[in-house]
C-alpha cells in the first residue's frame, strides 16, 4: 500500500484520518502543520499527503504551493471544514493552487478512502 502524510494540526482529526488509513493498509506518519509535513517530505519518499488548510506556523495553502513546486508528481489531497465562520472556499483554493482533490470535513471513511485510491491507483 502507500505511505500517507497527514497533516493537521488537530491531534484527534490526525487520530482519526490515520485509523481509517491504517485499516485499509496504508502506512501513515503525521505533522501537525506544513512546516513540519515538508521537512517529513523531504526526509522520507512519500507517495501522498492528506494537509488540513486552517493551521498555525504554516497553513496548508502554503503547503500545498510549496509541495507543488518541489515534488510536481506528489498527490496532495486538501481537508478543511472550513473553520469558524465554515468558509469552504479554502478548498477551491487549494485545488487551483494546486491540490489533487479536495474534501470537506467531515467526510465519510469511504468517500477519503475513495480519494486516496484515485489518487495512487
Do not use: W
Given at each position: 500500500?502507500?505511505?500517507i502524510?497527514?497533516?493537521?494540526?488537530d491531534?484527534?482529526?490526525?487520530?482519526?484520518?490515520?485509523?481509517?488509513?491504517?485499516?485499509?493498509?496504508?502506512?501513515?506518519?503525521?505533522?501537525?502543520?506544513?512546516?513540519?509535513?515538508?521537512?517529513?517530505?523531504?526526509?522520507?519518499?512519500?507517495?501522498?499527503?492528506?494537509?488540513?488548510?486552517?493551521?498555525?506556523?504554516?497553513?496548508?495553502?502554503?503547503?500545498?504551493?510549496?509541495?507543488?513546486?518541489?515534488?510536481?508528481?506528489?498527490?496532495?489531497?486538501?481537508?478543511?471544514?472550513?473553520?469558524?465562520?465554515?468558509?469552504?472556499?479554502?478548498?477551491?483554493?487549494?485545488?487551483?493552487?494546486?491540490?489533487?482533490r479536495?474534501?470537506?470535513?467531515?467526510?465519510?471513511?469511504?468517500?477519503?478512502?475513495?480519494h486516496?485510491?484515485?489518487?495512487?491507483?
Amino acid at each position: 500500500m502507500a505511505r500517507i502524510l497527514i497533516i493537521d494540526d488537530d491531534e484527534n482529526a490526525r487520530y482519526a484520518v490515520r485509523a481509517i488509513l491504517e485499516n485499509a493498509g496504508h502506512e501513515v506518519s503525521e505533522a501537525e502543520n506544513g512546516a513540519v509535513g515538508l521537512r517529513m517530505q523531504a526526509a522520507h519518499r512519500i507517495d501522498l499527503v492528506i494537509s488540513d488548510v486552517i493551521m498555525p506556523e504554516q497553513d496548508g495553502i502554503e503547503t500545498v504551493l510549496q509541495l507543488s513546486k518541489d515534488y510536481p508528481s506528489l498527490p496532495v489531497i486538501v481537508i478543511s471544514g472550513g473553520g469558524a465562520d465554515r468558509f469552504l472556499g479554502y478548498l477551491e483554493t487549494a485545488e487551483a493552487l494546486g491540490a489533487t482533490r479536495i474534501l470537506a470535513k467531515p467526510f465519510l471513511p469511504a468517500d477519503l478512502l475513495g480519494h486516496v485510491e484515485a489518487c495512487i491507483g
